[in-house]
């Protein structure tokens, strides 16, 4: 296109040699479709121009967006690393608590070794009786 324009800017040059009048028409009528254009052309560049800052704005808040979620969750994650910080020391004294119970429990006579127990003692007593009686 600006080829076509440079041929037809050259053409009108060579036809107007030597004729004042028709260059002077010739370039007020382009003067005037130049004045014309380049109107059309910066009232679009403002329209891109507009249309670009704006998206570059909404990129701008989407990013300080997104850079606050980041911050929250960081936040978040900072709580839950102390949280399971702490869950694991209460994992370790429950553990050693269990030991103890455990241990304990070995020691311990159950039900069943309790009845028996009882069961001999009484037995033992009763035998213990009789002798007394017999003597």
């Given at each position: 296109?600006?080829?076509?324009?440079?041929?037809?800017?050259?053409?009108?040059?060579?036809?107007?040699?030597?004729?004042?009048?028709?260059?002077?028409?010739?370039?007020?009528?382009?003067?005037?479709?130049?004045?014309?254009?380049?109107?059309?052309?910066?009232?679009?560049?403002?329209?891109?121009?507009?249309?670009?800052?704006?998206?570059?704005?909404?990129?701008?808040?989407?990013?300080?967006?997104?850079?606050?979620?980041?911050?929250?969750?960081?936040?978040?994650?900072?709580?839950?690393?102390?949280?399971?910080?702490?869950?694991?020391?209460?994992?370790?004294?429950?553990?050693?608590?269990?030991?103890?119970?455990?241990?304990?429990l070995?020691?311990?006579?159950?039900?069943d070794?309790?009845?028996?127990?009882?069961?001999?003692?009484?037995?033992?007593?009763?035998?213990?009786?009789?002798k007394?009686?017999?003597?």
């Open positions: 296109m600006l080829r076509k324009f440079i041929k037809f800017i050259s053409n009108i040059r060579n036809r107007s040699k030597g004729q004042g009048a028709f260059v002077s028409i010739k370039n007020e009528g382009l003067e005037g479709i130049l004045k014309k254009q380049r109107e059309e052309y910066q009232r679009y560049i403002k329209a891109v121009s507009e249309d670009f800052t704006s998206k570059v704005n909404l990129i701008g808040e989407q990013y300080l967006g997104i850079k606050e979620d980041i911050r929250g969750i960081r936040e978040t994650l900072d709580g839950h690393t102390e949280m399971i910080g702490s869950m694991k020391v209460d994992i370790e004294v429950i553990k050693t608590d269990i030991g103890f119970i455990k241990n304990s070995k020691k311990k006579v159950d039900l070794e309790f009845v028996a127990l009882n069961k001999r003692v009484a037995v033992l007593e009763e035998s213990v009786k009789r007394e009686r017999k003597a």
